[in-house]
């Protein structure tokens, strides 16, 4: 089980001074009061989605949560991040103004419907199998043949493997018990994240060397999406909070810990595209 991550001292520069070199012709705008009282009051909405973002002693923790929180510690913001079911944050990002959450894939679907900063979280992600099922996966063809791929229940995953033309998914409502019912023979494939896994092993004792990629969707970022009105002034003031972050260090230390890799190999690589 994760501990808290004890993040280091925060190095509290000037937001103005991380900006990209497009956006430096602006500072004085940026700096006014208005638009940095504006930036500190936006509401900060989440879901309990470990390892990603969670509630634990009353704090938002997980890996887009300690990345958010030390955005927020940089720019002194203080309010309150409230977390609740996806649903709800969706409907309140989508019709409330000055409302921003956490942790959002980017899609092309839901592109022009909010503003991004980001990736707050990057990760790899694919499709895993338990080192020991009967009939290994060795194709695409076996993919979309096996039995059951569990998935988180309308995630960005499911709908991407649905538009591919897959037809054998087991959505998974509690996405926390996948490597479990993957281990149990439940579900033959399980589709998840570096980062998830992590997560996971670390909570059931099985060995990482038990769980085999089969097929990877490559890296991929999580976002924190603001509602689409938000005044641009704003999304730049949160943006060079996070180029802050990851400047001093902290975005990597805080990857490291959630169990962010990049050395991960696959058998077999292609396009999950209808005919392939």
Not at 1 to 9: Q, V
Not at 55 to 64: M, P, R, S
């Amino acid at each position: 089980m994760f501990g808290k991550l004890r993040l280091a001292a925060l190095i509290l520069v000037p937001f103005w001074a991380v900006l990209p070199e497009t956006a430096r012709a602006d500072q004085d705008d940026l700096k006014a009061p208005g638009a940095i009282a504006d930036a500190l009051s936006i509401t900060l909405l989440t879901e309990e989605y470990p390892p990603f973002n969670y509630t634990e002693n009353g704090q938002i923790l997980g890996a887009g949560g300690e990345v958010v929180r030390a955005m927020a510690a940089h720019l002194g913001y203080h309010k309150p991040i409230q977390s609740m079911p996806w649903k709800r944050v969706i409907l309140r990002l989508e019709s409330d103004p000055d409302v921003a959450a956490f942790s959002m894939t980017r899609t092309s679907q839901r592109e022009d419907l909010y503003q991004w900063v980001g990736p707050i979280v990057e990760i790899e992600a694919g499709i895993y199998e338990f080192a020991d099922h009967p009939d290994p996966v060795r194709s695409l063809n076996d993919i979309r043949n096996v039995p059951a791929i569990g998935v988180q229940a309308g995630g960005a995953d499911e709908i991407a493997l649905r538009q591919y033309g897959m037809v054998n998914l087991e959505p998974l409502h509690n996405p926390e018990v996948g490597l479990q019912m993957l281990a149990a023979g439940r579900i033959d494939l399980l589709v998840s994240s570096d980062i998830e896994l992590h997560r996971q092993l670390a909570d059931t004792g099985i060995a990482p060397s038990l769980i085999h990629r089969v097929y990877s969707f490559g890296s991929s970022g999580l976002y924190l999406a603001f509602s689409r009105d938000t005044d641009q002034r704003v999304v730049t003031i949160w943006q060079s909070a996070l180029d802050a972050v990851v400047a001093n260090g902290q975005f990597a230390r805080i990857m490291a810990q959630y169990g962010a890799v990049s050395d991960q190999t696959t058998p077999f690589s292609g396009s999950l595209a209808p005919g392939q």
